[in-house]
């Protein structure tokens, strides 16, 4: 088993920053490409990003190409989700997910999941 744990959410004004923190334990993090996914309420879960285990390949949403950052420190255990230029229609629960396979995190499925983390945006 793998636990995900999430932090960093919060309420911050549109334009604003937040960064977003999910540490790893149980397994082996290098070996597992990791992701964020988002579910606004009354919505559906929403891929936002994803990395590869070694953190080369990385992969965004359309909606926050250019203002979200996805990063991993393996010696560290954690993934990162830098949020720059926040914007309403971000609010939602952030979770973070691993997966074996990359592809895997692009269709909502992962291995592992953290218990999310909210992120609120007022505009």
């Known amino acids: 088993q793998m636990q995900l744990v999430e932090s960093g959410g919060g309420l911050v004004q549109a334009g604003g920053s937040l960064r977003l923190s999910c540490a790893a334990s149980g397994r082996t993090f290098s070996n597992y490409a990791a992701g964020w996914l988002r579910q606004a309420p009354g919505k559906g879960r929403e891929f936002v990003a994803a990395?590869?285990?070694?953190?080369?390949?990385?992969h965004y949403a359309d909606s926050v190409k250019g203002r979200f950052t996805i990063s991993r420190d393996n010696a560290k255990n954690t993934v990162y989700l830098q949020m720059n230029s926040l914007k309403p229609e971000d609010t939602a629960v952030y979770y973070c997910?691993?997966?074996?396979?990359?592809?895997?995190?692009?269709?909502?499925?992962?291995?592992?999941w953290g218990q999310g983390t909210q992120v609120t945006v007022s505009s």
């Open positions: 997910a691993t997966a074996q396979a990359y592809s895997a995190l692009l269709r909502l499925v992962g291995d592992y």
């Open positions: 990395g590869s285990g070694s953190g080369g390949n990385t």
